[in-house]
């Protein structure tokens, strides 16, 4: 890289090509549309879907080869705007978007991260809920469902309970979105509250009900990635900041302790997706004056960056034949941390998995074969910008690639029927569920 380009860029302010104010679907294109244009080496702008109005679900994707996966560099995503009425994700997106393409080339951290990580940001999941609503408002509004009044956040697939809600667009287009690309980490923007909630948000006593809470056998990692996020943010960090609504401690919580949801976006991205996703509720008030958005930006940039980071934890690598050939939709999971559907290589062998420092025992199963088992060190302090690399190569013949497009044994029928708890699961005692009855509109 040109140093004298560096040093330039460290030296002179960045000029600030986006205002802080509401962009609306026309206003918000056309800035995505400049970015892609000025950046296109490092941006690629497309759509995944349609809203139920005909508006397009717009995704930009900053990285050093945007247009398609390399092997070996982690999918992330950021999605905001789930929940129409709920904007600051939606903007902050947008101006994290001019921060980090305005300072490639010109801040090494930013440059390296481009360098090492494929982002994908989608600033608006419901652009009709967000152009429905009339004006500011701190509280729930109608805006928050899309145009057939669904709520996006109920309308995934549960693996707790039969979710039997019809499907909306914008829904269908995530869960197809999902399945082209091998996305590691991702966070889910929101507002009403101030809080980085972790899954599951939905869960049985296999899963800790009975103690209400919903623990994945990831917990650590996904206590450490809403830590990471709320301990940057100086408000959030706090856990108290909203008035009259719940203390949450260093500003965490597990999505079913807070509250249970059913067909959420997060439980859905770590169940049938293998991503882990977070949601991050970002401002008291859902639809602040656009006066405030400044503040939001400076309480979050720090947040946003460092979470991206996160994609870089652990272990991640290739699988491949006797012959050298990469195998793809073989089972590469940690012991003891299995999956509801296990996790699976790609189509290019490539397996991800977050981890913190410490030892593991990796388990890698092809179809029929017998398990292959090593254990691994994820050292004390991991390279930032790089999650440890190591390949496998299994003592077997290829041709498993004919195997399966779908992932075979990810549950088709709902979870619960087949998990004996489920029966006795509860929900949180009485004064949990007086307060959802309260909280039910944020996440
Ligand atoms: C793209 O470049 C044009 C011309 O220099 C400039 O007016 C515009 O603000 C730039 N847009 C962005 C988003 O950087
Ligand atoms: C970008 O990353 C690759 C490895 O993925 C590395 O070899 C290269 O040096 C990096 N380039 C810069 C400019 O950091
Ligand atoms: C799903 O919902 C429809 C209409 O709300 C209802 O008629 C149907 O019985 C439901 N199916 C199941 C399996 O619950
Ligand atoms: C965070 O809290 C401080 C002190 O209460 C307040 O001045 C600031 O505006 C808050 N930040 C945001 C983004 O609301
Ligand atoms: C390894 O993974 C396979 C497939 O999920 C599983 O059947 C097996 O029990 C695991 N073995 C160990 C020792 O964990
Ligand atoms: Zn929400």
């Given at each position: 890289m040109d140093l004298s380009r560096l040093w330039l860029g460290l030296l002179l302010p960045v000029l600030a090509a986006l205002d802080f104010r509401y962009h609306h679907q026309e206003g918000m294109e056309a800035f995505l549309k400049s970015v892609a244009q000025n950046y296109s080496s490092i941006t690629h702008l497309h759509s995944i879907g349609k809203s139920v109005r005909g508006r397009n679900l717009w995704v930009l994707i900053v990285g050093q080869c945007p247009k398609e996966h390399r092997v070996g560099i982690p999918e992330f995503k950021y999605v905001a705007n789930m929940h129409g009425d709920e904007t600051v994700g939606r903007e902050l997106l947008l101006h994290l978007i001019d921060y980090l393409v305005s300072r490639h080339g010109k801040d090494l951290e930013i440059t390296n991260l481009i360098n090492s990580t494929r982002i994908h940001i989608?600033?608006?999941?419901?652009?009709?809920?967000?152009?429905?609503?009339?004006?500011?408002?701190c509280f729930y509004s109608n805006g928050r469902e899309n145009y057939n009044k669904f709520d996006l956040n109920r309308n995934?697939?549960?693996?707790?309970e039969y979710n039997n809600i019809s499907k909306q667009p914008e829904t269908l287009a995530v869960m197809k979105w999902l399945k082209t690309?091998?996305?590691?980490?991702?966070?889910?923007?929101?507002?009403?509250?101030?809080?980085?909630?972790?899954?599951?948000?939905?869960?049985?006593?296999?899963?800790?009900?009975?103690?209400?809470?919903?623990?994945?056998?990831?917990?650590?990692?996904?206590?450490?990635?809403?830590y990471t996020y709320a301990s940057r943010n100086p408000n959030m960090t706090k856990g108290d900041q909203c008035k009259n609504k719940m203390d949450f401690q260093n500003g965490i919580t597990n999505g079913y302790s807070w509250y249970p949801l059913q067909g959420g976006m997060q439980d859905y991205n770590y169940v049938w997706a293998q991503c882990f996703e977070i949601t991050l509720e970002l401002s008291c008030c859902k639809y602040p004056r656009e006066e405030k958005l400044p503040f939001f930006w400076n309480d979050n940039k720090a947040s946003l960056i460092e979470y991206i980071k996160q994609v870089h934890l652990g272990i991640k690598g290739q699988v491949f034949d006797q012959?050298?050939?990469?195998?793809?939709?073989?089972?590469?999971?940690?012991?003891?941390?299995?999956?509801?559907?296990?996790?699976?290589?790609?189509?290019?062998?490539?397996?991800?998995?977050?981890?913190?420092p410490g030892s593991y025992v990796i388990n890698i199963t092809a179809h029929g074969h017998d398990p292959h088992?090593?254990?691994?060190?994820?050292?004390?302090?991991?390279?930032?910008?790089?999650?440890?690399?190591k390949d496998f190569h299994l003592p077997i013949q290829g041709k498993l690639d004919s195997i399966l497009v779908s992932n075979p044994s990810c549950p088709l029928i709902p979870l619960y029927k087949v998990m004996p708890s489920h029966s006795v699961a509860t929900r949180p005692g009485l004064f949990l569920f007086s307060m959802t009855l309260l909280l039910i509109f944020f996440k």
């Amino acid at each position: 890289m040109d140093l004298s380009r560096l040093w330039l860029g460290l030296l002179l302010p960045v000029l600030a090509a986006l205002d802080f104010r509401y962009h609306h679907q026309e206003g918000m294109e056309a800035f995505l549309k400049s970015v892609a244009q000025n950046y296109s080496s490092i941006t690629h702008l497309h759509s995944i879907g349609k809203s139920v109005r005909g508006r397009n679900l717009w995704v930009l994707i900053v990285g050093q080869c945007p247009k398609e996966h390399r092997v070996g560099i982690p999918e992330f995503k950021y999605v905001a705007n789930m929940h129409g009425d709920e904007t600051v994700g939606r903007e902050l997106l947008l101006h994290l978007i001019d921060y980090l393409v305005s300072r490639h080339g010109k801040d090494l951290e930013i440059t390296n991260l481009i360098n090492s990580t494929r982002i994908h940001i989608m600033p608006s999941m419901n652009p009709d809920g967000f152009e429905a609503v009339k004006k500011p408002d701190c509280f729930y509004s109608n805006g928050r469902e899309n145009y057939n009044k669904f709520d996006l956040n109920r309308n995934f697939p549960d693996a707790f309970e039969y979710n039997n809600i019809s499907k909306q667009p914008e829904t269908l287009a995530v869960m197809k979105w999902l399945k082209t690309e091998t996305f590691v980490l991702s966070a889910n923007l929101h507002g009403g509250a101030l809080v980085a909630s972790y899954p599951f948000d939905n869960g049985a006593q296999a899963t800790g009900a009975l103690l209400s809470r919903s623990l994945t056998p990831d917990d650590d990692v996904f206590q450490h990635l809403a830590y990471t996020y709320a301990s940057r943010n100086p408000n959030m960090t706090k856990g108290d900041q909203c008035k009259n609504k719940m203390d949450f401690q260093n500003g965490i919580t597990n999505g079913y302790s807070w509250y249970p949801l059913q067909g959420g976006m997060q439980d859905y991205n770590y169940v049938w997706a293998q991503c882990f996703e977070i949601t991050l509720e970002l401002s008291c008030c859902k639809y602040p004056r656009e006066e405030k958005l400044p503040f939001f930006w400076n309480d979050n940039k720090a947040s946003l960056i460092e979470y991206i980071k996160q994609v870089h934890l652990g272990i991640k690598g290739q699988v491949f034949d006797q012959n050298g050939n990469p195998l793809p939709n073989v089972i590469v999971e940690v012991q003891d941390r299995k999956h509801i559907c296990p996790f699976r290589t790609n189509k290019f062998g490539e397996y991800y998995l977050l981890l913190l420092p410490g030892s593991y025992v990796i388990n890698i199963t092809a179809h029929g074969h017998d398990p292959h088992l090593t254990k691994v060190v994820i050292p004390e302090k991991f390279q930032t910008f790089s999650a440890l690399k190591k390949d496998f190569h299994l003592p077997i013949q290829g041709k498993l690639d004919s195997i399966l497009v779908s992932n075979p044994s990810c549950p088709l029928i709902p979870l619960y029927k087949v998990m004996p708890s489920h029966s006795v699961a509860t929900r949180p005692g009485l004064f949990l569920f007086s307060m959802t009855l309260l909280l039910i509109f944020f996440k």
